[in-house]
């Protein structure tokens, strides 16, 4: 049996650690543990040379000294949680032992008052640390802070807020008539690739979108309200891993592309096409990163404001007319209140169709309307307006290998990040996120086997002309991932059976 070596950094040292590669999870993160000075309760991450989270397990690949991770403490997780609740008890004692004294002799003793400032000061210095934050444990930086309804613009750190600005006047400097007709071409197929791409240039790409489709003169839009609407959706995704800017642009351009192949623009009025285009951008607004399901879990703001009823879908919706509210980026501003009613009233299906706990549902009623299909049919129009926001949203995988591999990492990275905080909290932690049972390629092949391959499938039956150009590069993801899973199952065989 192999020995593997890992070379790593924590607390700024370089360490060396030696494990047999057929030694349990269990066994590695001790060792690790150990390494770091820390107790059981502590929560570790290794990070590897790109930055990217990796699971500390016996399948760490081996390294040099060149290409060391950084192990970091992130957090003590059963302490941090315990203290809270001793807090508040002792906060409660004090306040009940202040009002019998107060009762007693009509003002408080200088020792009451003492405590009281101790347990404040206590509070205040738990509340600053900035690696306890990032769980939401506490008020400042919790992602359960959510923004009051209508949306309260939360406020960015002064540097966050300068980037913003800096955007802003890139993308404004930018004219949309510099984008060559070569890039315009390009931006119609699902080969486009955002990494190569800054924010400012995506959002005068997404200009692009807007009046390429005639949008701006059918629907009577200023070009300064399109570019201050833009610009908010943009400040309104958050800094986080998958659910950010660049996931919003992929889905509008993919959305965009699909228009194009599948010749939307002479089967669908374009106040549909509108409504499709608009819902992709504003599908995953204020997106915290965790699901509906930690939502409901955890019981955030969010849950309880929406009753557990797709609390993220929503919530983005809300976000969006919230900046539809504003005068100065209401893109619905000249028209008519009919059309307002009917691109507000398919917005927010199209937004709701992306909660994915009502796939199958959305799917079956296309399977079933599919054989009698008709564009006048108001219903059967919808469902297909759905069925195209959730493809463009999913649809990482039908993108050429080098753009959606980079995708799955920062879909993990968010995925692990929810699982480690239910396990903190002690929530139910979600199967297909924990970081000790997901590698890659199963989580890829159940996904594609069984949700986007079902889905574009059936899109492509109605419009054969995907099959190529969608169809074709999920199937060829499918055998990838499969043959990835495949190997590794061989090589846990012959290392003498799977790995826990
Ligand atoms: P969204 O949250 O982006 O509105 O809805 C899409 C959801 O589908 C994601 O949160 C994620 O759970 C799932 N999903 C999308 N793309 C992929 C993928 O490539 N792999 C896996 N495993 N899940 C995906
Ligand atoms: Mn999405």
New binding site residues.
Partial sequence: MTTKIIYFTVHGKLERAEFRADCSAADVKDLFRAAAEVGPHHILKMYNPSGSVVNISPRLEANSTESCYRLEVVASDLQSVSVSPQLDNMEYRLHHLESKVLEDVGKSPDIICELKSQVESFKRKLESVKNLSWMGLFKEDGHQQLSAFPPKPKRPQTSEQEERQQVRMRFLNMSSLQVTEEVREHLKTPIFDNWQWEEAEMLVLLQVMFTDLDFLTAFHIELHVLQNFLFQVYCNYNNIP??NFQ?CFC?TQMMYGLIWLADLRNKLGRIDLFIMLTSALC??LD?PGY?NVYQINAQTDLALRYNDISP??NH?CAVAFGILSKPESNILKNMTSEQYKYIRGGMIKCILA???ARHNEILNKFKMIQPVFNFTNKDHKEVLMKIMV?VS?????ARPMAV?EP??DC??Q??FNQSDTEKLKGLPVTP??DRDK?CRPS??T???RF??LPLVTELTEMFPCLEQHILEPVRRALEYYSDMERATEEEEQEEGGPKP
């Avoid at 949203?393 to 995988?397: A, G």
């Fill in positions: 998958f659910h996931h889905v599908h995953d997106h699901n993220l879908e983005h992306t909660d994915m959730k949203d999913i649809s990482n995988e959606a995708w799955l879909l993990l968010e995925f297909f996120m997901v989580s890829q159940n996904f594609i949700v986007l």
